[in-house]
């Protein structure tokens, strides 16, 4: 079974600032998709970056990016530019490639993250 | 494009009581998960249904049931209402056979059990 690594429950960064936050997992397979995704106050999981493990290039959406390292199976999400908007909890997921488990994401404990002025 | 949407968004029941939770998968979606996120929880995988059928299975008891009717909708049922079930339970749609991985994931439905 798959397991998926928070160890920052909560975090805070200024405005403008650039914060890492943290995610370990642990598999034994070696096709599988990372994801981070974002649960504001309004409840919605929205997909912030997607990762998929056989791909060794960090993938990057606009402010955000990845710090995908498979060797020791960590998966850090950098918030580059800071925003208000930023403000929510944020959701390691792991999620193995195989037809048969699709669309089955094991997430991690999250992290709050509070962006202040 | 319509996304994920569900219904209700808040309802409150009594233990022993029985509860149905109802989603919309985003248009061109064929495949419906469900997952529990307790408060201060990341979420947990309850089931998936894909062709109407049960494809893949958490964690959960007998309790937990559901069911997908051939529009691609689906239901999601309790029984024997326990105070451990007032979660947040999230519906999320995604395409069988599709590379991506990405879900969309509806508002959820906050349960309270008293």
């Known amino acids: ?117 | 494009d319509a996304g994920v949407t569900q219904s209700p968004t808040h309802l409150i029941k009594t233990r022993g009581q029985q509860v149905t939770l109802r989603c919309s998968p985003k248009s061109g979606h064929d495949t419906v998960s469900w997952y529990q996120q307790a408060l201060g929880q990341g979420p947990q995988f309850i089931f998936q249904y894909y062709e109407e059928e049960e494809r893949q299975r958490g964690n959960f008891p007998d309790r937990f049931s559901g069911h997908q009717f051939p529009n691609y909708s689906s239901e999601l049922n309790v029984n024997a209402l326990l105070l451990g079930d007032s979660a947040l339970y999230l519906c999320a749609s995604s395409l069988q056979g599709g590379n991506t991985g990405e879900l969309f994931f509806g508002e959820g439905s906050r349960l309270t059990v008293l």
């Open chain 1, 1 to 117: 079974a798959q397991t998926v690594t928070q160890s920052q429950p909560e975090m805070s960064v200024q405005e403008a600032e650039t914060v890492t936050l943290s995610c370990t997992y642990d598999t034994s397979e070696n096709n599988y998709y990372l994801f981070w995704y974002k649960q504001p106050p309004s409840r919605q999981m929205i997909l912030v970056i997607r990762q998929e493990a056989y791909k060794q290039q960090n993938a990057t959406e606009n402010r955000f990016s990845v710090n995908f390292q498979k060797a020791a199976k960590s998966f850090s999400l950098k918030i580059s530019d800071s925003q208000l908007g930023d403000t929510a909890m944020y959701f390691c997921a792991f999620m193995d490639q195989n037809t048969g488990t699709a669309s089955k994401l094991t997430f991690g404990t999250g992290t709050r993250l509070q962006v202040t002025l």
